[in-house]
Structures are given as structure tokens and as C-alpha cells.
């Protein structure tokens, strides 16, 4: 190939992910990549993009942990390895791109639980208490899990609890603030991490015409 683009390259994050191997040995004359997040969680994700971009430029997994393993936390590891990367890195800035966009406003709305659903997040909570009590090697595992089923259950105890089929208190106040912004003439994106909590927002949204 003349040139190769990886679109959302963070999808090679991981060095030893066939996905990765086998687009470390296309041949092609030049390679760029394109990420908004090329480093998600630790520095050898940024070991994996420049093993396609300059294969050998940061030298073999082994000799770059050696070396860098600690230079999110040592200012002189970081900077050396700044220096050698950075004529490689076009980045843009938003505030550079998007001149004509008005900085990002945020409204925090408090949304309080029912009587159902704070004992639906007591029993999760206790739960987690009793798992961190454990002292069991799978505690920590465990006590992640527990906190994702906290966070399910103020969105909605639903998606923890089978048999709690009501409409939640957070839903029934997204639902109040769709309506209004489409009174008022505006488009909206809905987001969040949990696929199912948006399935049962899509099915009120439908009830209510939208």
C-alpha cells in the first residue's frame, strides 16, 4: 500500500490483539492514525500505535517498559519520551478547531430516590459491604461489580431488580427535560454507559410520542 489510515486507532490499543498483529505487518509506504484517545488507560497502549506508525522508534515492548513504565509519574521519563514522540503527533484542540462554538454549559439536575428505590440501592450497598468484609481473593472483582449495580440502580433498580418494573425517578425527570427542550425547539443527544437503561428511556419516549 502507498498509505494506510487507521480511523479510531485506539481500536489497537492492545499490542498482543490479533487485530493489532495483523495490521502491524500490512506494508505500506506511509501510515497515519486517527484517535481522540490514543492513550485510555496506561502507556502501553501509546507503545502499540507506534509500533504501526514507526515500527522500532520506541524499541520492543520489553526495553519500552523498561524505560517508561514509570514516566506518567516521573517528569523526566515523561519529557524524554515526549521529545522522541512529538514530531510524530499532530494535535488539534477543540477550542482551536471549533472557534464559532460557545464554551460547554452544564446543568446538574438532583434527582431523589423513592422510598423503593433507596431500599433497592440499600441492598446493593450492603452487599457490597458484606463482599469487602470477605477478605477473598475475588473481593475486589467483586466489589467493582457492586459499584456499577449502585450506579444501575440511581439510574434505574430495574436493572438490577427484575420484579421493579415502575418508570424511575431519573428517567421520569430525562423525560421532563426532553419535553421541554423540544418546546422550546432543540435537538438532544441522550447518553449512557448502560445499553439497557436506554432501551427502557427509548420505549418511555415512544409511549410519550417522541
Not at 44 to 53: G, K, P, Y
Not at 124 to 144: M, N, P, Q, W, Y
Not at 160 to 172: G, M
Amino acid at each position: 500500500w502507498q498509505t494506510v489510515v487507521l480511523d479510531e486507532a485506539q481500536q489497537i490499543k492492545n499490542p498482543n490483539a490479533e487485530r493489532a498483529k495483523v495490521l502491524f505487518e500490512i506494508n505500506a509506504q506511509r501510515r497515519i492514525t486517527l484517535s481522540g484517545t490514543p492513550v485510555e488507560n496506561h502507556l502501553v497502549e501509546l507503545w502499540s500505535q507506534f509500533a504501526f506508525l514507526n515500527p522500532g522508534l520506541l524499541g520492543s515492548l520489553k526495553q519500552f517498559k523498561s524505560k517508561y513504565a514509570q514516566a506518567s509519574k516521573n517528569e523526566d521519563d515523561l519529557l524524554r519520551l515526549r521529545a522522541l514522540v512529538s514530531p510524530f503527533i499532530l494535535r488539534r484542540l477543540k477550542q482551536e478547531v471549533l472557534t464559532e462554538l460557545p464554551e460547554k454549559t452544564e446543568l446538574v439536575h438532583h434527582v431523589e430516590l423513592t422510598s423503593k428505590e433507596r431500599n433497592a440501592y440499600e441492598a446493593v450497598r450492603k452487599e457490597a459491604l458484606e463482599t469487602l468484609s470477605d477478605g477473598s481473593t475475588h473481593s475486589t472483582i467483586s466489589l467493582f461489580a457492586s459499584l456499577t449495580r449502585l450506579r444501575q440502580v440511581c439510574c434505574d433498580p430495574g436493572l438490577v431488580f427484575e420484579h421493579l418494573t415502575d418508570t424511575s425517578s431519573k428517567q421520569k425527570e430525562a423525560l421532563q427535560l426532553v419535553e421541554d427542550a423540544l418546546e422550546g425547539g432543540h435537538k438532544i443527544l441522550v447518553f449512557s454507559q448502560f445499553v439497557q437503561l436506554l432501551k427502557r428511556f427509548g420505549q418511555q419516549l415512544k409511549q410519550h410520542g417522541v
